[in-house]
């Protein structure tokens, strides 16, 4: 073969797309996407794909692409599955050697292909890459493609300061309606460029996940555009947590958070605390005040005095006048 060809590329969210890139790495090949122009200029590449994740605009371009490949290209096939749809029958019928990922795939396809290949995908967990043992952990999870690398690069120099071993772990989620692209992997790769091989990418984690990890690492960082919020739920969280949290503020953070007594400014800080009583105190005090003030109990309360007083301004509204004309708190039978 002299190249691989996928529909998703991306491996950190998509199995294929993984599968893909180590078998490329294995075969010193490059990986390409399936309707790039390139494909028409590969002489046997390795088609590896799941139909099934077309869309079905997609479907219908590769429909059309297929007498360009068949009169360009010599491809052999992998099915990862097999839907018997007609651009897989084509697929099937075209290709010059047909792999399956295992012996139901194959024997599916066996009544459309006789020489059909039986194979395995290996495993994929990266089995070279041990999480090192350090004094210190940092965790940050958040939204993907908010990664800002100054204040992490600060953050690194602080740990530097400490003298101790550190790693960084990296968890990430995605809003509505976005996606976990490039950009967010360029920004892992930045990560990792600052902290070296001590920043390890955890992918996503269940909230049970989430807050296991905070109550196992030393500190938890998050930095934003200006500072931190009080609308900033994966801060608040961790705050709760009683995980000592390096952040950055600004005259809009919650005031009730202190440098130094409820949290860290990553642009305050001169010396990064490490020993345990100090750690601890802060911890403690950053849980205090969360609960306190920052809590689920304490929103729905306000929200209900709010309530009450909205109504209570209603009930005093006079009862003539254009704004009584247009307000009406106990409607009419007419009304």
């Known amino acids: 073969m002299d190249a691989i060809v996928g529909y998703h590329l991306n491996p950190l969210r998509c199995g294929v797309a993984r599968f893909n890139v180590n078998l490329a790495h294995q075969v010193e090949r490059p990986v390409l996407w399936l309707f790039d122009p390139e494909v028409l200029r590969t002489a046997e590449p390795l088609i590896s794909l799941k139909v099934e994740e077309f869309t079905p605009e997609d479907v219908m371009r590769l429909e059309a692409l297929l007498p360009a490949i068949e009169a360009n290209t010599r491809f052999d096939l992998f099915l990862h599955t097999f839907g018997k749809t007609p651009v897989e029958l084509r697929l099937v019928a075209a290709a010059q050697q047909v792999y399956c990922g295992n012996t139901q795939l194959a024997a599916e396809v066996r009544p459309y292909r006789a020489d059909v290949n039986a194979v395995w995908c290996p495993g994929m967990v990266a089995q070279d890459e041990r999480f090192e043992p350090a004094e210190l952990s ?12 100054r204040q992490y690069a600060r953050l690194r120099d602080l740990l530097d300061a400490t003298e101790k071993s550190y790693c960084l772990y990296v968890s990430t989620a995605l809003h509505e309606n976005t996606t976990f692209d490039d950009e967010f992997e360029a920004a892992f790769n930045d990560l990792k460029a600052i902290f070296g091989g001590r920043a390890y990418f955890l992918g996503y984690l269940s909230d049970a996940a989430v807050y296991n990890q905070l109550l196992a690492s030393t500190f938890f960082a998050a930095f934003f555009d200006q500072g931190m919020r009080a609308n900033n739920t994966s801060v608040n969280a961790a705050l709760q947590a009683g995980t000592v949290v390096v952040t950055n503020l600004d ?85």
């Open 251 to 335: 005259g809009h953070s919650p005031p009730e958070l202190l440098h130094g007594q409820h949290l860290i400014d990553v642009d305050q800080a001169v010396t990064l605390p490490s020993d345990g009583a100090t750690l601890a105190f802060i911890g403690e005090n950053a849980r205090r005040v969360a609960l306190e003030t920052l809590s689920w109990e304490r929103l729905a309360k306000h929200l209900g005095h709010a309530q009450s007083a909205t109504m209570s301004s209603r009930l005093a509204l006079p009862n003539s006048g254009p704004l009584a004309q247009r307000v009406s708190v106990f409607p009419t039978q007419d009304a």
């Open 138 to 149: 940092v965790f940050t999870f958040g939204m993907a493609h908010k990664v800002r690398t």
